[in-house]
């Protein structure tokens, strides 16, 4: 019974993610949208759903990678690579290069990337399934640019300088 499943869900986390993700079926190796569905609706019933990441390299060819947030449910303070879910009407490109990755790297509103973003193998090959979430993902690499490696260091310096000052406090 759907009200006695939505009961329970509401006495684990109980509270609405306020972003939809597509619910996806995945027939003849296509991704079919069946419905959309609040964020944690999808995560706590194990609703398949999508995700992008990227790996970002630097012009002289290193990995940059970020540490996750402490507040993260799922592996917090450790490194990872960019990227995010897929919000409901948006394709993977669209995600990572319009929301995800700008966001991440903190880039002034209606700041473009201007890096080289190419696509691993193809949309949505990539399957992970952990603790019941189920997430179909897209992996890109984005090649950076100089000027966005002098952004990315320069907030990563004032982000530990701002954590020092709190930790002294």
């Known amino acids: 019974d759907v009200r006695l499943a939505l009961k329970e869900w ?34 706590y019933f194990g609703f398949r759903h ?16 970020q540490r996750r947030a402490h507040h993260k449910r799922s592996s917090p303070l450790d490194l990872s690579i960019y990227g ?22 903190e880039l002034a509103d209606g700041e473009e990337l201007e890096g080289k973003l190419v696509l691993v193998r193809k949309e949505g090959v990539f399957n992970w399934v952990q603790k019941g979430n189920r997430e179909v993902r897209s992996l890109y690499v984005y090649f950076a640019t100089a000027e966005e490696m002098e952004h990315i260091l320069t907030t990563a310096r004032d982000l530990e300088e ?4 709190m930790t002294e406090q």
């Open 84 to 105: 995010g879910h897929v919000k409901s009407g948006q394709s993977y490109h669209e995600t990572i290069m319009k929301e995800e990755l700008p966001e991440e790297l």
């Open 162 to 165: 701002k954590k020092a000052g």
């Open 50 to 65: 999508r995700t992008v990441n990227a790996l970002i390299i630097t012009p002289e060819g290193q990995l940059v990678l």
């Open 10 to 43: 509401q006495s684990q986390c109980g509270r609405f993610a306020q972003e939809r993700f597509d619910i996806i079926q995945i027939r003849n190796g296509k991704e079919i949208v069946t419905g959309t569905l609040d964020a944690n609706l999808a995560h």
